[in-house]
Nanobody, 123 residues
C-alpha cells in the first residue's frame, strides 16, 4: 500500500537548520509530485513547498523563500526539505503528501499523506 513517512523533525534554536525527509513506497514515485505542508497549533494546514514529477519544478510559499529548499532523489524514493535560518514561526507539524505529476496549491487535491513530524524552533 502507499506509504509516506516523514523524519528529521526535532527541537532547534532560532537560526538553526533541519533537514526533513519524506520516504515513499507503494507507488511509482517518479510519476507523482510531492508537497510539504505544515500545521501550527490553532492554525490551518498550509502548503510550504512542492516539487513536481515531470520537470522537477519547485514551489515555495513566500514566508520560506530563500530559507527552505526542496529536492527529490528518485533512486531513493525520497523528497527532502532543507530548512535553514529557522524562526519560531516555523514551529509546526510538517507533513508530506503526494498527487499525480504536478504540484497544486489546493491541499484537497493531494491523495496520500504521511503522519507528520514535529518541528519546534525555540531557544
Amino acid at each position: 500500500q502507499v506509504q509516506l513517512v516523514e523524519s528529521g523533525g526535532g527541537l532547534v534554536q532560532p537560526g538553526g537548520s533541519l533537514r526533513l525527509s519524506c520516504a515513499a513506497s507503494g507507488f511509482t514515485f517518479n510519476h507523482w509530485a510531492i508537497g510539504w505542508f505544515r500545521q501550527a497549533p490553532g492554525k490551518e494546514r498550509e502548503g510550504v513547498s512542492c516539487i513536481s514529477s515531470n520537470d522537477d519544478s519547485t514551489y515555495y510559499v513566500d514566508s520560506i523563500k530563500g530559507r527552505f529548499t526542496i529536492s527529490r532523489d528518485n533512486a531513493k524514493n525520497t523528497v527532502y526539505l532543507q530548512m535553514n535560518s529557522l524562526k519560531s514561526d516555523d514551529t509546526a507539524v510538517y507533513y508530506c503528501a503526494t498527487r499525480p505529476v504536478r504540484c497544486s496549491a489546493e491541499t484537497l487535491l493531494y491523495k496520500f499523506w504521511g503522519q507528520g513530524t514535529q518541528v519546534t524552533v525555540s531557544s
